[in-house]
């Protein structure tokens, strides 16, 4: 297959779009009308250049580095925004899901609060490679540094994580 089809996109937007608003629910602090914003215009994009994907890749690597751009953008955007209001970005951070226990709950948000404690390169690193759970070689080829760079970048997300969990205690 060389180029997508519409019948490709009818199964693949299913399958993906879940996934991909996770992903931006995560990375912009769980900001739920921006990240639903962000799934549709990655399927846009998707669509407007499906020309660009290369089947010789999974298609999850393709649509993560597609989706890790717009994030790119939207915190460019976000940060003009923020100087002309001459104020900070507070994201909803607010997460319910209905299904877990309220221990479980305080946890998730604990972790999610930690991980957006991280540095950027560490929290897309982590986010990619532990929460979508792609491999190493397709964190590096989304995110444009060597697979060494993820192996580390990951290992710090890591320590600091384990350093804010002990610090909590």
């Known amino acids: 297959m060389t180029r997508l089809t ?3 996109f009818n199964r693949l937007y299913p399958a993906y779009a879940r996934r991909a608003q996770g992903f931006f629910l995560r990375m ?3 900001d739920q009308a921006l990240a639903e914003d962000l799934t549709q215009e990655l399927f846009t994009r998707l669509w407007e250049h499906r020309d660009a994907y290369d089947p010789a890749h999974p298609f ?8 890790y751009n717009l994030c790119k953008n939207a915190y460019r955007h976000q940060e003009v925004v923020e100087k002309a209001l001459d104020g900070p970005w507070h994201p909803s951070a607010d997460y319910a899901a209905e299904d877990v226990t309220f221990e ?3 946890l998730k948000e604990q972790l ?3 991980v957006r404690r991280l540095p950027d390169e560490q929290r897309e690193v982590f ?3 532990y929460e979508e759970e792609l491999s190493i070689a397709d964190v590096a080829r989304i995110l444009g540094i060597p697979e060494g760079t993820v192996k580390s970048r990951a290992a710090y997300a890591l320590k600091r994580l384990r350093e804010q969990f002990a610090d909590d205690k």
Do not use: E, H, I
Request: glycine share 4%; aromatic share 14%.
């Open 6 to 8: 519409a019948d490709d």
């Open 127 to 129: 986010l990619l490679r």
């Open 60 to 67: 999850a690597t393709w649509m993560f580095s597609v989706a």
């Open 104 to 106: 479980r709950q305080q």
């Open 112 to 114: 999610a609060a930690a």
């Open 28 to 30: 912009t602090g769980y």
